[in-house]
């Protein structure tokens, strides 16, 4: 009996170890709205949040004919301010979107600061302004995001915003437009500022060479003094190798969305509380073991 008890405690501990080991959320940042934004939409979850155009009063608000067609909307802007070193350096992304009856639920991506990829730009772009640490994400296509029957009653429409990076400090909702054909404002709220010009990737992202100069000169020094120890340069050139690929799987790491991170993180976390669970199991067998 006493033997029955012991597996089951060991057992019990090791899985609500390996539990904790597992992220409790793979929610991006929170998106802190302003207040006159908040007013007029919803926030259901702390990364996304929308404005309703036409839906069910009852669960929340609704700017009911605010845009008097919304088959002319071809698309909208947010204007959000971050920390400038997070945002250059862990970067961030999301998407705008676009929900409604007769599209259903349509997300542009955006990507900004070191996410940003100058040759895979997103349907949804990054703008920087003349304020440092403030953008403006924002997507317009070629054919509407709304049909005019999205108006009507019994049926929706909402533009979002949407944020999957997990680390930053914050971004700040601070304003929103939504677009006509030619970039025209159909609806504004909030502290909007002017775009200026698309944000590239910053340079402290692009400048690796100065980084993989140090083991690729390492490396050199080490052939030199092969003459007095080859075996010793050997195994340093080794460690330069490891750490120039280090780097590389770090580069491609935070090119991701943060939605294949969080699952990595979560794979290592449930394998580590898999093998804690083992180690626990095994424990409980010895016991069993000198029992006998």
């Known amino acids: 009996m006493k033997i029955s008890k012991i597996l089951a405690g060991m057992s019990a501990a090791a899985i ?32 996304l949040f929308a404005v309703f155009f036409n839906g069910d009063e009852s669960e929340g608000a609704v700017n009911k004919d605010a845009i008097s067609d919304l088959g002319a909307v071809y698309g909208a802007s947010f204007t959000i301010k971050v920390d400038n070193n997070d945002w250059n350096t862990i970067g961030g992304g999301g998407s705008i979107n676009f929900n409604s009856k007769s599209g259903g639920w349509n997300a542009k991506d955006w ?11 997103k ?14 994400l ?18 929706y429409a909402a533009v979002g915003i949407n944020n999957w990076a997990a680390d930053l400090k914050g971004i700040d909702v601070v304003g929103m437009k939504v ?3 030619d970039g025209n404002v159909l609806f504004e709220a909030g502290s909007n500022k002017d775009k200026k010009e698309v944000q590239k990737k910053p340079v402290a992202e692009e400048s690796s060479s100065g980084a993989d100069s140090t083991p690729s000169g390492t490396d050199s020094k080490k052939d030199d003094s092969k003459k007095d120890d ?3 340069a050997a195994a340093t050139s080794s460690t330069a190798a490891g750490t120039t690929s280090s780097k590389a799987g770090t580069t491609t790491t935070t090119a991701t969305s943060s939605a294949a991170a969080s699952d990595n993180t979560a794979a290592t976390g449930a ?16 016991v069993i073991s000198k029992r006998k």
């Not at 539990?19 to 991006?28: D, E, N, Q, R, V």
């Not at 802190?32 to 990364?47: E, F, M, P, W, Y």
């Not at 924002?138 to 049926?155: C, I, K, Q, S």
């Not at 093998?275 to 626990?280: D, M, P």
Request: glycine share 12%; charged share 20%.
């Open 111 to 121: 990507a900004g600061g070191s996410w940003v990829e100058d040759d895979k730009p």
């Open 16 to 47: 609500v170890a390996s539990m904790a080991m597992i992220p409790a959320s793979a929610a991006g940042t929170k998106l802190n709205v302003s207040d006159d934004l908040a007013k007029i939409g919803r926030q259901t979850q702390d990364d």
């Open 138 to 155: 924002e997507y317009l296509g070629d054919a509407p995001v709304f049909a005019t029957t999205d108006g009507d009653a019994d049926n």
């Open 271 to 286: 394998t580590a509380g898999l093998a804690l669970a083992g180690v626990a199991l095994a424990g409980a067998a010895i």
């Open 123 to 136: 349907d949804t772009l990054c703008y920087t302004t003349e304020e440092e640490g403030t953008y403006v």
């Open 230 to 232: 080859k075996s010793s």
């Open 179 to 181: 677009l006509g054909a």
